[in-house]
């Protein structure tokens, strides 16, 4: 099994910005899409955003408009730009490849980023 690797959180003032990271090695040779999840305390997992193996993303509502997915196929690298942060953004973020490969069913989560936005 693999567990992916999260980075780049920190403690931000409402309106700054962070760009995530999510390396998960073979994502790319195994056609995985990366899925970003956030789960605040107390409350349960919610899904952010995500890539496909063709580039099509998609958001959740609540950050529609100011969060960006992206990939890096040669480092195995999924990046969240998350701008215009607000406080209820504030949660931990985790990453999870998906897909109908098997390689893809071989992640587990990782330790995930966290993410506190103050106001």
């Known amino acids: 099994q693999v567990q992916p690797v999260e980075s780049g959180g920190g403690s931000v003032q409402a309106g700054e910005s962070l760009r995530l990271s999510c390396t998960a090695p073979?994502?790319?040779?195994?056609?995985?899409?990366i899925h970003w999840f956030r789960q605040a305390a107390g409350k349960q997992r919610d899904w952010v955003s995500f890539i496909t193996t063709d580039g099509t993303t998609g958001y959740a509502d609540s950050v529609k408009g100011r969060f960006t997915i992206s990939k890096d196929k040669l480092r195995d690298t999924v990046y969240l730009q998350m701008n215009s942060l607000k406080v209820e953004d504030t949660a931990m973020y985790s990453c999870?490849?998906?897909?109908?490969?098997?390689?893809?069913?071989?992640?587990?989560w990782g330790q995930g980023t966290q993410v506190t936005v103050s106001s």
């Open positions: 073979g994502f790319t040779s195994n056609s995985c899409n």
């Open positions: 999870m490849p998906s897909g109908g490969g098997g390689g893809c069913a071989q992640y587990t």
